[in-house]
């Protein structure tokens, strides 16, 4: 028996078994509803239950309802796999036609013993182990060939867990040509999705959520490397591997991944555009409006749709208040309203202020200066009249 019809054996005797194990009852179903997203009151350890204690999302069962997509099981899309496993998703589609080698083992997934294993099937193995209750589909095939492509449209479209189409598609490759695939695919589809990244040196990366037609696309507003019309492939000089931080792959991912539950559970502002520089801990937001003439002509298309769909909702008509001026007959006393939001220029105001950032605030205010202490006195000068004059003289 080969290595790929063995593993292929393993995968089905584990799907067997966890086939096996959802169908079983009493404290065993128990024990693995509690371990997976389908998670009760009782269960203080529930994934996403603390963020309905503290008032953030209403319905987080709603978790085990959705399916998502993730192209590229490498550094981001391996952590992201995890983490949505750990969350609880419904389903899981994982697209990779890589395999696993012993360089990958700073990706904080992979094992030494699953070298030589595709990624999406080692992917899916370690992942159920972690939650068995999540339902997995691995494609082990590059999704920019034609046959591959039109397979993966497909899947985009009918991979959900009722037959319909996935909802989210997270693209966490780390080349051009396959990110311009799940654009073309997503723009065709009118799929909403997020593109990731880690550039080349490992220190920075970023996060982009696209909505056909709302937002830019991919092929909208092209990374810098080729809108100067050099091929990404010359950036990868043979033989010499990336730099590759576990660091910044997971910090990458987390963000993903936040955003990913945000949309779904819709709670907080999903980003458009997150980045992340490492080396000064900058995170740059953004949020980049679609080019009209755009080559991409499912996104153009999408984009005259957006507009129709805009100009179609009812308008709001704003009513601008006139605020009244208040006329004071008489006035004896002198009394004047001054606009505390302004503050008054008074003896008390510093000289010198600390400018602070944006969502940034003092623990406490430093205490005003006591204005009525007396001002020190001059220091003393015990130099007599004559001694002065004797030393103007001497000048």
């Known amino acids: 028996m080969s290595v790929e019809a063995l593993q292929r054996r393993v995968a089905e005797l584990e799907e067997e078994l966890r086939r096996a194990r959802k169908a079983g009852g009493g404290p065993e179903r128990e024990k693995i509803a509690q371990m997976s997203g389908e998670v009760v009151d009782t269960n203080p350890y529930s994934r996403l239950m603390a963020l309905k204690r503290m008032g953030i999302v209403e319905d987080y069962e709603k978790i085990r309802t959705y399916t998502v997509a993730v192209v590229g099981v490498g550094g981001v899309g391996s952590v992201t796999a995890e983490m949505l496993t ?82 989210l598609v ?31 040196n490992a220190v920075s990366g970023h996060i982009q959520f696209l909505i056909p037609g709302e937002t830019a696309c991919f092929d909208c507003a092209p990374p810098l490397v080729v809108a100067s019309q050099i091929d990404e492939r010359t950036l990868k000089r043979e033989g010499v591997c990336a730099a590759s931080l576990p660091t910044t792959m997971g910090i990458v991912a987390g963000m993903l991944v936040q955003n990913v539950l945000k949309y779904l559970l819709k709670f907080g502002q999903v980003s458009h555009y997150l980045g992340y520089n490492a080396l000064v801990d900058f995170f740059p937001t953004m949020t980049v409006r679609p080019n009209p003439q755009c080559e991409d002509q499912w996104c153009r298309r999408r984009q005259v749709e957006w507009a129709e769909r805009k100009a179609a909702e009812p308008k709001v008509e704003v009513v601008e208040e006139v605020e009244e001026e208040v006329v004071h007959e008489d006035n004896e006393w002198g009394i004047s309203l001054v606009d505390e939001s302004e503050p008054a220029t008074t003896a008390t105001t510093t ?44 000048l």
């Not at 780390?174 to 990731?196: H, I, K, P």
Request: with cysteine.
């Open 351 to 394: 000289t010198t202020t600390t400018t602070l950032a944006e969502g940034i605030t003092t623990a406490y205010d430093r205490p005003a200066p006591d204005l009525d202490l007396p001002d020190d006195p001059p220091p003393a000068d015990d130099t007599s009249l004559d001694d002065l004059m004797a030393q103007m003289k001497a």
């Open 86 to 167: 750990r969350c609880g998703i419904g389903k899981l589609l994982l697209f990779d036609y890589d395999k696993v080698e012993l360089a990958n083992m700073n990706r904080l997934f992979f094992q030494p013993h699953q070298a030589g294993q595709s990624k999406v099937e080692a992917a899916a193995a370690t992942l159920r182990s972690i939650n068995p209750d999540v339902e997995f589909e691995t494609h082990n095939y590059n999704i920019t060939t034609l046959d591959n492509f039109d397979h993966f449209l497909g899947r985009v479209r009918g991979g959900g867990l009722e037959g319909g189409a996935v909802d």
């Open 170 to 200: 997270l693209s966490c490759v780390d080349n051009y040509e396959a990110r311009m695939a799940v654009n073309r695919a997503c723009n065709e589809l009118g799929q909403t999705w997020f593109e990731s990244g880690v550039s080349e």
